[in-house]
C-alpha cells in the first residue's frame, strides 16, 4: 500500500501531501503518517516553512466515519495532529484545491495560514451526522470568523466557497491552479518577509466585544430552543465556551462534547443511515443531487410493503381513548412531516406518546424483518434506508429497525406480544429472535441472498 502521507523538502519548504484519493480520508493511516512527518520537521534545521497540500481534485473529506465507535488505534488523534501543527516553530500553509470538509477544514483551521483556488470550499458538515467538530473546529472557527458566521456554518453545515471564505478570512489569498505552485510562492514569501507562525488559538479580535458575543450566542440559542436535535445545541455550548475559557479548556469542552454526542441514538441513527443509503445504491436507491429515491423494482417492492402496515398499524390502534388525530400527532411529534391520516401538526397526548410510537415502529420493524427473510431486501439497513427516503422516516431515528435498536428490541418484543394476539402484524418475526442474541442487534446479522422482486 502507498504511503497515504508523503514529504519533501525544496529550497527550505517542506512539502506535506496527503495522498490517500479519492477524497484523501483522515482514517488512521493518514493520521499516523501526518503525525510522524509532524513529529520530525522540528528536527530539520533546513525547514523554513511547511506547506500541506493534497493530490486529487479534493483537499480532504475529512474523517472515515466507519471507524467511530471502533476501539482506538495507536494512530495519533486529528485533534493531536491539529495541535501539533498550530505549535510548529515554523509557519505552516495549506493550500486548498476543491472541498476541505470535517476533519479536512480543520487541519486548515489549526494551520497558520490558508490559501486555496478558485474551486476551494471550507465546511463542517459535522452535525449531518449527529456529530460537533472535534478537533478544535468549535474553537478555531469563531476566532477566525467571529461567533455568528461560526455558529451558521457549523449548524447549517453550509460550506464557504473561495470568495466567501476569503471575506470572512479564512483564506488568506485566492491562487491560481494548480493550488501548490501558487501556496508554494505564498510560502517562500512568507519567509522572505520574515514571517513566522500565526497560531489561531492566540486570535480574539472577533471576541474583543464580550457583550456582542454573548448575544450571538444567546440569540442561536433561542432560535433552536424546540430544534429536537441534540448536536446543535452542544456546537452552541463550545462556541460559547470558546470566549469563556482558556483555549486548552475549550478544547476539552469540545471533546466531551464530541463524545456525547458521539454515544447520542441520534449520532448513532444519522450515522447508520449516511452508510445504510450508500450501501443501498444502485440496487434499492437512485441519487438524484442530494437526494435519494427508490428505484423499481427493488425499491418499491420494499416500500409497497411498508406502506400498508404503516396505515394498518394506525387503524389499529385507534380506539375509544387514542383518536386519528391523537395518533397523527403523535407520530408527528416523532419527527413524521405528518401523520398516517395525513395531520401535519404536533401536540399529541404525552401519556400515550410512548405506546403509540413503539407500537407504529414495532410493527414497521417487524415487517421489515420479514422483507429481509424473504430476500426482498439484503440487510435491516436496506429497509431503513428505504423507509428514510420514501416514507418520510425521521433521519435522525435512522428508519424503524435502527429505531427498534435504539428503543432496545427485547423491551420492543415485551411491547408487541400482547398486540400479536390480535393482530398478526405485530407477530415477533424470526429475525428479530435471531437479532437479540446479540449486542449489535440486526447489524450484528449477516447479509441475505437478495431475490428480486
Known amino acids: 500500500m502507498a504511503r497515504p502521507v508523503k514529504f519533501r523538502v525544496r529550497d527550505g519548504i517542506a512539502i506535506v501531501t496527503l495522498d490517500r484519493p479519492p477524497v484523501n480520508a483522515l482514517d488512521a493511516a493518514t493520521r499516523a503518517g501526518l503525525g510522524a512527518v509532524f513529529s520530525r520537521i522540528p528536527e530539520r534545521a533546513d525547514v523554513s516553512a511547511v506547506l500541506l497540500v493534497a493530490t486529487g481534485d479534493l483537499f480532504s473529506a475529512g474523517a472515515d466515519i466507519s471507524e467511530f465507535g471502533r476501539p482506538a488505534t495507536n494512530a495519533p488523534t486529528l485533534a493531536q495532529i491539529c495541535t501539533q501543527i498550530e505549535d510548529s516553530a515554523v509557519p505552516v500553509v495549506v493550500g486548498i484545491q476543491g472541498r476541505a470538509l470535517g476533519g479536512g477544514a480543520e487541519l486548515a483551521l489549526a494551520a497558520h495560514y490558508r490559501v486555496g483556488d478558485a474551486t476551494a470550499m471550507i465546511g463542517l458538515p459535522e452535525v449531518t451526522l449527529g456529530l460537533i467538530p472535534g478537533a478544535g473546529g468549535t474553537q478555531r472557527l469563531p476566532r477566525l470568523i467571529g461567533a455568528e458566521a461560526a455558529l451558521n456554518m457549523m449548524i447549517t453545515a453550509q460550506s464557504a466557497d473561495a470568495g466567501l471564505a476569503q471575506r470572512f478570512g479564512l483564506l488568506d489569498a485566492i491562487v491560481d491552479a494548480p493550488v501548490i505552485d501558487g501556496a508554494y510562492a505564498f510560502a517562500k514569501a512568507l519567509v522572505a518577509a520574515g514571517k513566522g507562525p500565526r497560531p489561531t488559538s492566540d486570535r480574539r479580535q472577533h471576541m474583543a466585544d464580550g457583550r456582542a458575543y454573548m448575544a450571538i450566542v444567546a440569540k442561536a440559542r433561542a432560535a433552536l430552543a424546540d430544534n429536537p436535535q441534540y448536536a446543535p445545541h452542544r456546537i452552541i455550548d463550545c462556541v460559547e465556551g470558546a470566549a469563556l475559557l482558556p483555549f486548552a479548556a475549550g478544547l476539552a469542552q469540545e471533546a466531551d462534547a464530541f463524545e456525547s454526542c458521539l454515544r447520542h441514538p441520534q449520532s448513532v441513527a444519522f450515522r447508520h443511515i449516511f452508510i445504510a443509503e450508500r450501501r443501498a445504491t444502485p440496487l434499492f436507491l437512485t441519487r438524484e443531487g442530494a437526494s435519494f429515491k427508490p428505484v423499481d423494482p427493488a425499491g418499491m417492492a420494499i416500500l409497497n410493503r411498508l406502506r400498508p402496515v404503516w396505515h394498518g398499524a394506525a387503524e389499529a390502534l385507534v380506539n375509544d381513548d387514542l383518536s386519528q388525530d391523537d395518533i397523527g400527532r403523535i407520530m408527528v411529534d416523532y419527527g413524521f412531516r405528518k401523520g398516517p391520516f395525513g395531520v401535519r401538526d404536533g401536540g399529541g397526548p404525552v401519556d400515550k406518546a410512548g405506546y403509540v410510537q413503539q407500537a407504529m415502529i414495532g410493527a414497521l420493524m417487524a415487517e421489515g424483518a420479514r422483507i429481509v427473510e424473504?430476500?426482498?431486501?439484503?440487510?435491516?439497513?436496506?429497509?431503513?434506508?428505504?423507509?428514510?427516503?420514501?416514507?418520510?422516516?425521521?433521519?435522525?431515528?435512522?428508519?424503524?429497525?435502527?429505531?427498534?435498536?435504539?428503543?432496545?428490541?427485547?423491551?420492543?418484543?415485551?411491547?408487541?406480544?400482547?398486540?400479536?394476539?390480535?393482530?398478526?402484524?405485530?407477530?415477533?418475526?424470526a429475525l428479530l429472535d435471531e437479532a437479540i442474541k446479540y449486542a449489535d442487534g440486526f447489524d450484528a446479522l449477516p447479509a441475505r441472498e437478495f431475490t428480486p422482486a
Open 374 to 429: 424473504s430476500g426482498l431486501a439484503r440487510t435491516a439497513a436496506d429497509v431503513d434506508a428505504i423507509a428514510v427516503h420514501a416514507m418520510g422516516f425521521p433521519r435522525r431515528h435512522g428508519g424503524p429497525m435502527r429505531a427498534a435498536q435504539s428503543i432496545g428490541l427485547l423491551h420492543l418484543c415485551r411491547v408487541l406480544a400482547p398486540l400479536a394476539e390480535s393482530n398478526a402484524m405485530w407477530q415477533i418475526p
